[in-house]
T-cell receptor, first 114, second 114 residues
Framework: GENVEQHPSTLSVQEGDSAVIKCTYS??????FPWYKQELGKRPQLIID?????GEKKDQRIAVTLNKTAKHFSLHITETQPEDSAVYFC?????????????FGTGTRLTVIP | EPEVTQTPSHQVTQMGQEVILRCVPI?????FYWYRQILGQKVEFLVS????????KSEIFDDQFSVERPDGSNFTLKIRSTKLEDSAMYFC????????????FGPGTRLTVL
């Protein structure tokens, strides 16, 4: 089955700096890659996603890049703010085949220092 | 905006007891999922459900687990005889249809097995 690895496990940045979180996946059938933000004690919330037919997607301060050949994708947060502090999970899924379960990475705890 | 809801928010039970966790999906969604998250670990897929039957299940989802949608609204996860290692946060997620990308997560049920 799919195996998603995520690095780093913790990340501290100064407010205003950029943060980058990287994930790799193993199954070449995976074609959908969402990123979820989970604040303490709350549900995971989708913040951005990308399909394998594009290499980059941006939404304001958040961007995701995908290298399908190398099987890795990254989350980029620019101009970080204290409210960006949370645990971020990447995931991979083979859309179009069955129910398309999500396989999650191990999470990155991002701390933005004011 | 419609949200997935889950009850109870916290369930404490004795080892060996049966528990039922409930989820109310977003009304027009057709795919349903259960995930679990052991404290401090990643979110793990348990089972997906479509058209009143299981689509896929992980190796975690053994004979002690079952799912059903008894009344067309609630989607339930039953653990027949709980073990200490079943203690985790259980998230329900739903998706509109096979063509849809996004899985929307409920707030979770924290299950504590004593």
């Amino acid at each position: 089955g799919e195996n998603v690895e995520q690095h780093p496990s913790t990340l501290s940045v100064q407010e205003g700096d950029s943060a980058v979180i990287k994930c790799t996946y193993s199954d070449s059938a995976s074609n959908y890659f969402p990123w979820y933000k989970q604040e303490l004690g709350k549900r995971p919330q989708l913040i951005i996603d990308i399909r394998s037919n594009v290499g980059e997607k941006k939404d304001q301060r958040i961007a995701v890049t995908l290298n399908k050949t190398a099987k890795h994708f990254s989350l980029h947060i620019t101009e970080t703010q204290p409210e960006d502090s949370a645990v971020y999970f990447c995931a991979a899924s083979p859309l179009g085949t069955g129910a398309n379960n999500l396989f999650f990475g191990t999470g990155t705890r991002l701390t933005v220092i004011p | 905006e419609p949200e997935v809801t889950q009850t109870p928010s916290h369930q404490v039970t004795q080892m060996g007891q049966e528990v039922i966790l409930r989820c109310v999906p977003i009304s027009n969604h057709l795919y349903f999922y259960w995930y679990r998250q052991i404290l401090g670990q990643k979110v793990e897929f348990l089972v997906s459900f479509y058209n009143n039957e299981i689509s896929e299940k992980s190796e975690i989802f053994d004979d002690q687990f079952s799912v059903e949608r008894p009344d067309g609204s609630n989607f339930t996860l039953k653990i027949r005889s709980t073990k200490l290692e079943d203690s985790a946060m259980y998230f329900c997620a739903t998706k509109v249809d096979q063509g849809g990308d996004t899985q929307y997560f409920g707030p979770g049920t924290r299950l504590t097995v004593l």
